[in-house]
């Protein structure tokens, strides 16, 4: 389970400053194919399109990072992000399927 537990933030804090970058312009979406739910790229490339009152404020720093195990395969993760000053909140879902984690949904504010 601990094994489990350390792959499953690993991957959520990778993804999710993934996430950001691409958020900021700094990278594409297409590097988040392999990574998250054809949805959530979706959802993610909408706030690219919409989201530019948020870059104003500066690039998004990845704060903490909390995993929570939910049920065999799938894992809470919630945390916060700074944006010029300003603390905002972040959350997701992880899911695990022939031994990769996939980002199946995400929340920000």
């Known amino acids: 389970m601990d094994e489990n537990h350390s792959a499953a933030k690993q991957f959520a804090e990778r993804t999710l400053r993934l996430v ?19 949805a959530v790229l979706a959802a993610v490339q909408t706030l690219l399109r919409t989201g530019d009152g948020d870059r104003r404020l500066g690039a998004a720093v990845l704060v903490s990072v909390r995993v929570v195990p939910d049920s065999a395969g799938a894992a809470e993760v919630f945390g916060g992000y700074e944006r010029g000053g300003r603390r905002f909140a972040v959350a997701a879902r992880i899911t695990v399927k022939r031994g990769d984690w996939r980002l199946t949904a995400l929340r920000l504010r």
Do not use: H
């Open 20 to 38: 950001f970058e691409v958020l900021d312009g700094r990278r594409s979406a297409a590097q988040l194919r392999p990574l998250a739910e054809p």
